[in-house]
């Protein structure tokens, strides 16, 4: 079973970073793609970051190029986002999402971002 949890939300400066982990309780974790989406008040939920069962292939989302960096470490179980540079706009509720049979079918209950001016 999937169970994903995030932490390392909080409130930050623009300009500063934060880093977000995603743990998964289960055994299958190491054979699935991973993403973060956020979404924030008002807005669809967008896909932030995704990265490859191995970690060999990451995307990104254009607003975060170059900001955003996501990671996996399978021996732990957990992906990372790691977030440099935030500006106001990258407030949101990030959340985690496993990937099944090629959809996002697994998603933790998120964490706040909020960055202040």
């Known amino acids: 079973q999937v169970q994903l949890v995030e932490s390392g939300g909080g409130l930050v400066q623009a300009g500063g970073s934060l880093r977000l982990s995603c743990a998964d309780s289960?055994?299958?974790?190491?054979?699935?793609?991973m993403g973060w989406f956020r979404q924030a008040p008002g807005k669809e939920r967008e896909l932030v970051a995704a990265?490859?069962?191995?970690?060999?292939?990451?995307s990104y989302a254009d607003s975060v190029k170059g900001r955003f960096t996501i990671s996996r470490d399978n021996a732990q179980n957990t992906v990372y986002l790691q977030m440099n540079d935030l500006k106001p706009e990258d407030t949101a509720v990030y959340y985690c999402?496993?990937?099944?049979?090629?959809?996002?079918?697994?998603w933790g209950r998120g964490t706040q971002v909020t960055v202040s001016s």
């Open positions: 990265i490859s069962w191995s970690g060999g292939s990451t």
């Open positions: 999402a496993a990937k099944e049979a090629g959809r996002y079918a697994y």
């Open positions: 289960g055994r299958t974790f190491s054979s699935r793609p």
